[in-house]
C-alpha cells in the first residue's frame, strides 16, 4: 500500500515535470492527465473513493477534454522559444528550487512524520459526502450550480463568432 | 490485509479471475463480430461468410490472421507517440470496466465464498462511468494523430457526440440509483430480487426496467450513442467521412479500435442488463453448483439479448445527421432524464411517508 | 502508513512545479493547465488533511474547488477562443498591447 503511493507520487511528479518542460501544448495536455489519474490513485489510497472518481470523471474525463478539444480546434502547435532575457534562465531556475525546499521545509517541520498519525479510517462514501453535501453544505451546493449555469453563458457568449 | 499470506491469496484469485475474464471475452468479441455479419446478411437477404469452416465459423480466425500479418500502413505525418497510444488506450479502457462487473451470483469453494466478478467497489457503477469519460480522448487523439482532414472531423464529431451523450447516460441511471441505494453493481441486481405478486401468484419479477421504463430508454439510447453504433454512428460511417477517426490506421492498430468498439458494445449490454433487467437473477434450481453456473448462464443470456438487439438496429435504422443527433441529446434526452429524476424522487418521497 | 508531511510534500512539489510552468511558458493553453496542475495540488492538501483530522469537510471543499475549476477552465477557454481569433496567435508575448 505504501509502496504504491510512492510510485503514483514518482509518476504524478514526473508527468507534472512533463507538463512544464513539452513544446507540444497536446502531450503537455497528455500530462497533465496522467497527473490527474494518479493523484485519483492517491485519493483512493487516502480513501477518499468518492473523490476518487469525481476526479477521474469531472477533472480527466471533462475538464481536460475541453483543454484537448481546444488544441485540436486551434490547431495550436510547437511553442517557439522565448526571446526574452538569458538572465531570467540562469537565475530563475535556482530561485524555483529554492522556494521548493524552502516550502518543503517549512512542511516537515510542521507535521513531523512521528507526531501526526490518521484519524481512524472515516466513511467516505457517497452516502456520507452526500448527506454532508445537502445538509451542512446546500448553500454553496446551490450557489455552485448558479455559478456553473453563468459560466456556461459567458463561455457561449466569448467564444461565438461576431457576425 | 491482516497477512501477507492472505494478501498474496486475494491478488493470485484476482489474477486467475482477471485472466478467465479475458479470454472468454476476447472469444466472444470475435464471435459476436461473426453473429453482427451472419445476422445483418440476413436482415439484407444474404448468407453473410460461409466459405470458411461451416457456417463462417472459422471466419472470426482467418479475419485475426488477416489483421496479424497485413502490412502496418503509417503514413509520413503523423504524430508518432499519439498515434501509437490512441489504439492501445482505446483497447486498454475498453476492457477494463470489466473489471466491475459481476457475471453471476456467488459460490462457495472449499469454504470461501467466491463471487463471479473480479472486484465489487462500492463506487463499481462511477468507475464504469469513469472508464467511459476517458475513452473520448482515444478517439478525439486518433483523429488528431493522423495529421488529416477526414480523420480530424471524425475524432471532433465522435468526442463531441460522446460528451453530450455521457451526460444523458449518468442521468438516466439516477432513478434506479434512487431505487437501489447503493452504487456497488452488485448491491443493485440483489436489490432486484424477488417477485411482485397479485393475490399469491408472483406476477412480475422485481426489475428495475419496469419500476423504471423511461430510465431504461434514456439509458439504453445514450448508451448506443456512446458505443458510436447505428443510428449514432456518423463519426465512423463510411459514406460520410471516409473511415471517420480510424481512416489512417491498418492491420493491427484498426484491429484494436474494432475490438475496442465491440467490447465497449459487451461492457454497455452488461451494465444495462445489472441495472434494468435483474442480472443473474432467473430460474434458479438444483444443488449449489448448478446454481451458480445457472445464474451466469441468465446473465449471458440477457446480455446476449441485448448485443442481438445492438445488431438488429444495424441492419435496420438510417443514420442521424449530427445535428439532429446533437439536438436529440441535449434537447430531448437532458430534459427527459431530468423529468424521470424528479418523478421518481416526487414518488419515492411520497411512499416513504 | 505514509505520514501526513509527505502527502504534503507531494501537494508542495506539484504546486511550485505548476507555478513555475505558469511563469516560464509562452503558450496561452499551456499556463492555463499549469493553473490546472496547481489547483490540484491544492485540492490533495484538502483531502490529506480530511483523511488526518478525521472530518469530511475537507473532501467536500475539494468537491467543491473542482466544481470551481471547470467552471473556470469553460469560461478561461472561451476567452482563449476569442483572443485567438482576434490575435492570431497563442503566444502570450502578442497579447501585450496594454503594457507601458
Redesign the interface.
Given at each position: 500500500m505504501t509502496a504504491l503511493f510512492y510510485i503514483c507520487a514518482t509518476v504524478a511528479v514526473l508527468a507534472a515535470l512533463n507538463v512544464i518542460v513539452q513544446r507540444t501544448p497536446v502531450y503537455s495536455a497528455l500530462s497533465l492527465i496522467v497527473v490527474l489519474c494518479s493523484l485519483a490513485v492517491v485519493y483512493l489510497l487516502l480513501g477518499a473513493e468518492f473523490m476518487a472518481v469525481i476526479q477521474v470523471i469531472v477533472y480527466a474525463g471533462a475538464i481536460m477534454v475541453l483543454f484537448v478539444l481546444v488544441i485540436m480546434l486551434l490547431n495550436a502547435g510547437r511553442e517557439v522559444p522565448s526571446h526574452r532575457s538569458r538572465l531570467a534562465h540562469w537565475v530563475g531556475a535556482p530561485l524555483v528550487a529554492a522556494f521548493l525546499i524552502e516550502v518543503l521545509i517549512v512542511v516537515w517541520r510542521q507535521f513531523p512524520a512521528a507526531t501526526t498519525s490518521p484519524a481512524p479510517a472515516l466513511d467516505a462514501g457517497p452516502t456520507a459526502i452526500g448527506h454532508l453535501l445537502f445538509r451542512n453544505y446546500v448553500l454553496p451546493f446551490e450557489v455552485t450550480s448558479i455559478l456553473i449555469l453563468v459560466a456556461v453563458l459567458g463561455a457561449v457568449v466569448l467564444a461565438k463568432k461576431e457576425f | 490485509m491482516a497477512t501477507s499470506s492472505e494478501a498474496g491469496l486475494f491478488l493470485l484469485l484476482a489474477l486467475a479471475k482477471s485472466a478467465v475474464v479475458l479470454v472468454i471475452l476476447l472469444t466472444s468479441i470475435a464471435y459476436i463480430v461473426w453473429v453482427e455479419r451472419k445476422v445483418v446478411a440476413r436482415i439484407q437477404s444474404r448468407w453473410g461468410p460461409y466459405l470458411v469452416g461451416p457456417h463462417g465459423l472459422l471466419q472470426p480466425i482467418a479475419d485475426a490472421l488477416k489483421f496479424l500479418f497485413k502490412e502496418d500502413i503509417v503514413p509520413l505525418e503523423v504524430d508518432r507517440v499519439v498515434y501509437w497510444l490512441a489504439p492501445f488506450l482505446t483497447f486498454t479502457l475498453a476492457f477494463l470496466s470489466i473489471a466491475v462487473i459481476p457475471f453471476g451470483g456467488t459460490f462457495a469453494f472449499r469454504g470461501h465464498p467466491i463471487a463471479f466478478q473480479i472486484t465489487d467497489l462500492n463506487v463499481g457503477l462511477l468507475f464504469v462511468f469513469a472508464v467511459t469519460s476517458l475513452g473520448v480522448y482515444s478517439i478525439a487523439l486518433a483523429g488528431w494523430s493522423a495529421n488529416s482532414k477526414y480523420p480530424l472531423f471524425g475524432g471532433l464529431r465522435s468526442s463531441a457526440q460522446m460528451i453530450s451523450y455521457e451526460l444523458s447516460l449518468g442521468l438516466g441511471v439516477v432513478g434506479v440509483l434512487m431505487i437501489a441505494g447503493t452504487l456497488s453493481l452488485r448491491g443493485i441486481v440483489e436489490g432486484q430480487q424477488g417477485f411482485w405478486h397479485i393475490g399469491g401468484l408472483p406476477i412480475l419479477p422485481r426489475w428495475n426496467v419496469f419500476l423504471q421504463p423511461v430510465g431504461f430508454l434514456i439509458y439504453f439510447t445514450a448508451a448506443v450513442a456512446e458505443t458510436n453504433r447505428v443510428p449514432f454512428d456518423l463519426p465512423e460511417g463510411e459514406t460520410e467521412l471516409v473511415g471517420g477517426f480510424h481512416t489512417e490506421y491498418s492491420s493491427f492498430k484498426f484491429a484494436m479500435f474494432f475490438m475496442a468498439e465491440y467490447a465497449n458494445m459487451v461492457t454497455v449490454s452488461c451494465l444495462a442488463t445489472l441495472l434494468f433487467f435483474g442480472g443473474w437473477l432467473g430460474p434458479a434450481f438444483g444443488p449449489a453448483p448448478v446454481r451458480a453456473l445457472l445464474s451466469v448462464f441468465w446473465f449471458c443470456l440477457k446480455v446476449f439479448g441485448f448485443l442481438f438487439f445492438y445488431i438488429w438496429m444495424r441492419g435496420t435504422l438510417p443514420r442521424f445527421r449530427y445535428d439532429q443527433l446533437m439536438a436529440f441529446g441535449w434537447k430531448f434526452l437532458v430534459p427527459l432524464a431530468l423529468l424521470n429524476i424528479l418523478v421518481t424522487s416526487f414518488v419515492i418521497a411520497w411512499l416513504s411517508a | 502508513?505514509?505520514?501526513?508531511?509527505?502527502?504534503?510534500?507531494?501537494s508542495?512539489?506539484?504546486?511550485?512545479?505548476?507555478a513555475?510552468?505558469f511563469?516560464?511558458?509562452?503558450?496561452i493553453?499551456?499556463i492555463?493547465?499549469?493553473i490546472?496542475?496547481m489547483l490540484?495540488a491544492a485540492?490533495?492538501a484538502f483531502?490529506?488533511f480530511?483523511?488526518?483530522?478525521?472530518?469530511?469537510?475537507g473532501?467536500?471543499f475539494?468537491?467543491?474547488v473542482?466544481?470551481?475549476?471547470?467552471?473556470?477552465?469553460?469560461?478561461g477557454?472561451?476567452?482563449?477562443?476569442?483572443i485567438?481569433?482576434n490575435r492570431g496567435s497563442?503566444?502570450i508575448?502578442d497579447v501585450d498591447s496594454m503594457k507601458l
Amino acid at each position: 500500500m505504501t509502496a504504491l503511493f510512492y510510485i503514483c507520487a514518482t509518476v504524478a511528479v514526473l508527468a507534472a515535470l512533463n507538463v512544464i518542460v513539452q513544446r507540444t501544448p497536446v502531450y503537455s495536455a497528455l500530462s497533465l492527465i496522467v497527473v490527474l489519474c494518479s493523484l485519483a490513485v492517491v485519493y483512493l489510497l487516502l480513501g477518499a473513493e468518492f473523490m476518487a472518481v469525481i476526479q477521474v470523471i469531472v477533472y480527466a474525463g471533462a475538464i481536460m477534454v475541453l483543454f484537448v478539444l481546444v488544441i485540436m480546434l486551434l490547431n495550436a502547435g510547437r511553442e517557439v522559444p522565448s526571446h526574452r532575457s538569458r538572465l531570467a534562465h540562469w537565475v530563475g531556475a535556482p530561485l524555483v528550487a529554492a522556494f521548493l525546499i524552502e516550502v518543503l521545509i517549512v512542511v516537515w517541520r510542521q507535521f513531523p512524520a512521528a507526531t501526526t498519525s490518521p484519524a481512524p479510517a472515516l466513511d467516505a462514501g457517497p452516502t456520507a459526502i452526500g448527506h454532508l453535501l445537502f445538509r451542512n453544505y446546500v448553500l454553496p451546493f446551490e450557489v455552485t450550480s448558479i455559478l456553473i449555469l453563468v459560466a456556461v453563458l459567458g463561455a457561449v457568449v466569448l467564444a461565438k463568432k461576431e457576425f | 490485509m491482516a497477512t501477507s499470506s492472505e494478501a498474496g491469496l486475494f491478488l493470485l484469485l484476482a489474477l486467475a479471475k482477471s485472466a478467465v475474464v479475458l479470454v472468454i471475452l476476447l472469444t466472444s468479441i470475435a464471435y459476436i463480430v461473426w453473429v453482427e455479419r451472419k445476422v445483418v446478411a440476413r436482415i439484407q437477404s444474404r448468407w453473410g461468410p460461409y466459405l470458411v469452416g461451416p457456417h463462417g465459423l472459422l471466419q472470426p480466425i482467418a479475419d485475426a490472421l488477416k489483421f496479424l500479418f497485413k502490412e502496418d500502413i503509417v503514413p509520413l505525418e503523423v504524430d508518432r507517440v499519439v498515434y501509437w497510444l490512441a489504439p492501445f488506450l482505446t483497447f486498454t479502457l475498453a476492457f477494463l470496466s470489466i473489471a466491475v462487473i459481476p457475471f453471476g451470483g456467488t459460490f462457495a469453494f472449499r469454504g470461501h465464498p467466491i463471487a463471479f466478478q473480479i472486484t465489487d467497489l462500492n463506487v463499481g457503477l462511477l468507475f464504469v462511468f469513469a472508464v467511459t469519460s476517458l475513452g473520448v480522448y482515444s478517439i478525439a487523439l486518433a483523429g488528431w494523430s493522423a495529421n488529416s482532414k477526414y480523420p480530424l472531423f471524425g475524432g471532433l464529431r465522435s468526442s463531441a457526440q460522446m460528451i453530450s451523450y455521457e451526460l444523458s447516460l449518468g442521468l438516466g441511471v439516477v432513478g434506479v440509483l434512487m431505487i437501489a441505494g447503493t452504487l456497488s453493481l452488485r448491491g443493485i441486481v440483489e436489490g432486484q430480487q424477488g417477485f411482485w405478486h397479485i393475490g399469491g401468484l408472483p406476477i412480475l419479477p422485481r426489475w428495475n426496467v419496469f419500476l423504471q421504463p423511461v430510465g431504461f430508454l434514456i439509458y439504453f439510447t445514450a448508451a448506443v450513442a456512446e458505443t458510436n453504433r447505428v443510428p449514432f454512428d456518423l463519426p465512423e460511417g463510411e459514406t460520410e467521412l471516409v473511415g471517420g477517426f480510424h481512416t489512417e490506421y491498418s492491420s493491427f492498430k484498426f484491429a484494436m479500435f474494432f475490438m475496442a468498439e465491440y467490447a465497449n458494445m459487451v461492457t454497455v449490454s452488461c451494465l444495462a442488463t445489472l441495472l434494468f433487467f435483474g442480472g443473474w437473477l432467473g430460474p434458479a434450481f438444483g444443488p449449489a453448483p448448478v446454481r451458480a453456473l445457472l445464474s451466469v448462464f441468465w446473465f449471458c443470456l440477457k446480455v446476449f439479448g441485448f448485443l442481438f438487439f445492438y445488431i438488429w438496429m444495424r441492419g435496420t435504422l438510417p443514420r442521424f445527421r449530427y445535428d439532429q443527433l446533437m439536438a436529440f441529446g441535449w434537447k430531448f434526452l437532458v430534459p427527459l432524464a431530468l423529468l424521470n429524476i424528479l418523478v421518481t424522487s416526487f414518488v419515492i418521497a411520497w411512499l416513504s411517508a | 502508513m505514509v505520514p501526513l508531511s509527505h502527502y504534503l510534500a507531494l501537494s508542495v512539489i506539484l504546486f511550485v512545479l505548476g507555478a513555475a510552468g505558469f511563469v516560464i511558458r509562452r503558450n496561452i493553453v499551456t499556463i492555463f493547465m499549469c493553473i490546472e496542475l496547481m489547483l490540484n495540488a491544492a485540492n490533495l492538501a484538502f483531502v490529506a488533511f480530511s483523511r488526518h483530522l478525521g472530518n469530511l469537510d475537507g473532501q467536500i471543499f475539494a468537491f467543491f474547488v473542482i466544481v470551481v475549476a471547470a467552471a473556470e477552465a469553460a469560461v478561461g477557454l472561451a476567452i482563449i477562443i476569442a483572443i485567438y481569433r482576434n490575435r492570431g496567435s497563442l503566444n502570450i508575448e502578442d497579447v501585450d498591447s496594454m503594457k507601458l
